[in-house]
């Protein structure tokens, strides 16, 4: 055994020895608080009291002025969205068998309808649902720069077999190669309220 190792082991000894001895005689003793600045430092900032955040009211004005401020990079871009959508839907439309095709068929007619429900209602829009709308995008892109996940859905959605999940995942891939280049070309602003636009009608009842 060389110096240096002894000499790292002795250290090593006596460190776990006196951390060890300490450790019994403060069991009983109470435990010191840990220092305010180190609380504050990892306090989690997202929880806010209630009477906080109710005082964080939604400016409602100023987010109808940006959305009309964006609506054209909005419209262009849901246009674009719709288009790659529409894309799939046909060619995986395509693989289908008869029967896989009229339930395919069917759930895109519900979604439309749910949609076009959601634009014609008029009632007002809370705090909480326009955040909500905000925050859709999110959700669409993962649906659609992901392959695996919606694969393995709609196989068990319309029963796939092996050929056509190899020719779903080859669309799966090419819609995710054309919305990566969309979403590349797009400001963030413009995603985030891309799902709010069309229900402007109902956050402006409210603003004043």
Do not use: C
């Not at 504050?40 to 939604?58: H, S, T």
């Not at 609506?71 to 262009?76: E, G, K, L, T």
């Not at 014609?120 to 809370?126: C, E, G, I, K, W």
């Not at 705090?127 to 649906?143: K, M």
Request: hydrophobic share 40%; net charge positive; charged share 30%.
């Amino acid at each position: 055994m060389t110096q240096r190792v002894f000499v790292s082991l002795l250290t090593i000894t006596v460190f776990l020895a006196g951390y060890g001895a300490r450790g019994l005689t403060d069991r009983g003793g109470p435990v010191l608080p840990p220092p305010a600045t180190l609380a504050q430092e990892y306090a989690r900032p997202g929880i806010l009291p209630a009477d906080a955040k109710n005082k964080q009211k939604l400016d409602r004005a100023k987010l109808l002025a940006e959305i009309e401020k964006l609506r054209p990079q909005i419209v262009a871009y849901a246009a674009q969205v719709a288009e790659i959508d529409l894309g799939f839907d046909r060619e995986f439309s395509a693989l289908l068998t008869p029967e896989q095709r009229e339930k395919f068929v069917s759930s895109r007619k519900k979604t439309a309808e749910r949609d076009i429900k959601k634009k014609t209602d008029t009632s007002l829009l809370s705090d909480e649902d326009i955040n909500r709308e905000r925050d859709r995008p999110l959700t669409d892109i993962y649906r659609q720069v992901t392959v695996t996940p919606p694969l393995e859905w709609m196989t068990k959605e319309y029963g796939l077999d092996a050929v056509q999940q190899t020719k779903a995942r080859a669309l799966l891939s090419l819609r995710r190669s054309q919305f990566m280049s969309l979403l590349d070309s797009t400001a963030h602003p413009t995603i985030k309220l891309s799902r709010l636009a069309p229900l402007v009608q109902r956050v402006a009842a409210s603003a004043k």
